[in-house]
């Protein structure tokens, strides 16, 4: 059982519907270094090796097959994991407004559960989308559509998933926009890979005399190879919007 288990990347959703699960996952939680773990393979481990198995994992930070599948499970979503969580209804939300960014060049599954993530925990969501002067500064190794072009592709998502009266599109003409500078900004939304940027805007926020900004760090997307879903490898026809390899 441990080596079928060590092997594996996704939670099978038979182990999902079994009561223990549950009871697993709340273990896992009270332990005293899960905070500790958590943040360390959200913001080391993943960036590094995306598609970890559960054995890889637990090998490498010395902890148990149960715990790594726990926290792996809370911070990476496939394509499967996204449909059924973009399905479930908003719960009240804690805070007013959240701030999101991003180039938004091809509208994918990341992209998705960034805004859904967004919604769940805020009435309103401020999207900030790099205008095109700002796209020819970051290097990009890719054609990258026109700003009219991205935000209509952005707005008919939105509306498609009735999501567009809660959301704001503004552009972005450096990497902080208004969130550096906005004191009804209350929560910054991010994917792993852009955690770093939060804590530069708090730590610019801070400069200004402003409240720092809660994070919420949403799961990592990835696509069926185990490697995140990016604009660049749908573009080169690896993988499709959903994560499916071509």
Do not use: Q
């Amino acid at each position: 059982m441990y080596s079928v288990l060590g092997e594996l990347k996704k939670v099978p959703k038979e182990y999902k519907n079994n009561p223990l699960w549950s009871v697993l996952v709340e273990l896992v939680k009270s332990m005293p270094l899960y905070g500790e773990h958590k943040s360390y393979i959200r913001e080391e481990v993943l960036i590094e090796n995306p598609g970890i198995s559960f054995g890889e994992l637990a090998a490498l930070l010395r902890i148990s097959i149960g715990e790594a599948m726990v926290i792996l499970d809370e911070l990476r979503m496939w394509r499967e994991d996204v449909e059924e969580e973009i399905m479930k209804s908003f719960p009240n939300p804690k805070y007013k407004l959240a701030a999101i960014g991003g180039t938004f060049n091809e509208v994918h599954y990341g992209h998705l559960i960034l805004i859904y993530t967004a919604l769940r925990n805020s009435e309103r969501v401020l999207i900030g989308v790099t205008g095109d002067e700002f796209v020819k500064t970051l290097g990009k190794s890719h054609p990258v559509r026109s700003y009219d072009e991205r935000i209509g592709k952005l707005r008919t998502m939105l509306s498609s998933r009735n999501w567009i009266n809660r959301c704001e599109i503004v552009m972005l003409n450096d990497p902080y926009g208004p969130t550096i500078e906005d004191p009804s900004i209350e929560v910054l939304v991010v994917s792993p890979m852009t955690y770093t940027r939060a804590i530069e805007i708090n730590e610019i926020r801070l400069k200004k005399g402003l409240r720092p900004l809660e994070v919420i760090v949403c799961p990592l997307v990835v696509a069926e190879d185990g490697k995140p879903i990016s604009s660049t490898r749908i573009i080169n026809r690896e993988i499709d919007h959903t994560g499916k390899i071509l």
